[in-house]
């Protein structure tokens, strides 16, 4: 009988071994997942669409007018505003914040994966704008009648119930110009 021990010990370590290997492994893949899952660069790309100014309803109100898409480029994650705002730079210090309709995302603040959203925004126009902007005359940030657009967001990025660190995005769109009307302008990081 005591000749049965030495073997059936061993049998036991090397099951031993073998699950402490497995939650070895089982942790691994958990902590790569944590860590790609944290430095995956957020997924999602802005372009300004159809930038026009528009008449109000009162003589001489104008709005700046623009869609601001969305692509979420993300197989997998879906994408949560927690802030979406926009500014529009006409010259190197001046600018404007401009309003932006969320009722274009999911109950107003989620965005699905391989989605593409599109919502509107617009700031009122003041007359002395493009006056203010041709005694400036510089060439930062906006320089009217090409001016940028910046816009500011703070998302998480969902996938399950696993959830990232709120990323804050930053981009730039140029050159967006409202007086003749831009079709189309990439935004950059
Ligand atoms: C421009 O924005 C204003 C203010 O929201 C809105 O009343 C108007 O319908 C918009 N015009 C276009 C063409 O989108
Ligand atoms: C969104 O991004 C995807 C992936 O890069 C691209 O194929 C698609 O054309 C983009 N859609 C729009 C409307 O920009
Ligand atoms: C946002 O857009 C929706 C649908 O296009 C519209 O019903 C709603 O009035 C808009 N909200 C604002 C504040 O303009
Ligand atoms: C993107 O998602 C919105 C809802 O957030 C939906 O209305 C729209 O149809 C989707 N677009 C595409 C191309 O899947
Ligand atoms: C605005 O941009 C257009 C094309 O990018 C350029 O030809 C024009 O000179 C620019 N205007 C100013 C005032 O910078
Ligand atoms: C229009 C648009 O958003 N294009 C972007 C799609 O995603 C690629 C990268 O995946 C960007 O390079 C494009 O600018």
């Not at 073998?18 to 660069?41: D, F």
């Not at 704008?129 to 703070?154: E, F, H, L, R, Y």
């Not at 996938?159 to 930053?170: D, E, F, Q, W």
């Amino acid at each position: 009988m005591g000749t049965d021990t030495p073997p059936l010990n061993g049998w036991s370590r090397k099951q031993y071994l073998l699950i402490a290997a497995m939650i070895g492994t089982l942790v691994i893949i958990a902590m790569a997942a944590v860590i790609i899952i944290s430095l995956t660069p957020p997924r999602v790309y802005f372009s300004i669409e159809d930038a026009s100014l528009q008449d109000g309803q009162y003589k001489d109100q104008k709005f700046y007018n623009f869609t601001l898409s969305a692509n979420n480029t993300s197989r997998r994650m879906e994408v949560h505003y927690t802030t979406l705002y926009t500014e529009i730079w006409i010259t190197p210090s001046v600018w404007y914040s401009a309003e932006v309709n969320m009722s274009g995302f999911q109950h107003g603040y989620k965005q699905p994966p391989e989605n593409v959203t599109k919502v509107p925004s617009w700031a009122e126009y003041y007359q002395s704008d493009s006056m203010t902007a041709s005694t400036q005359g510089g060439g930062g940030a906006g320089n009217w009648p090409n001016c940028t657009v910046v816009v500011i967001a703070k998302v998480t990025f969902k996938v399950g119930l696993a959830c990232t660190r709120p990323y804050h995005i930053r981009v730039s769109c140029f050159p967006v110009n409202f007086l003749n009307k831009t079709p189309y302008a990439n935004c950059t990081y």
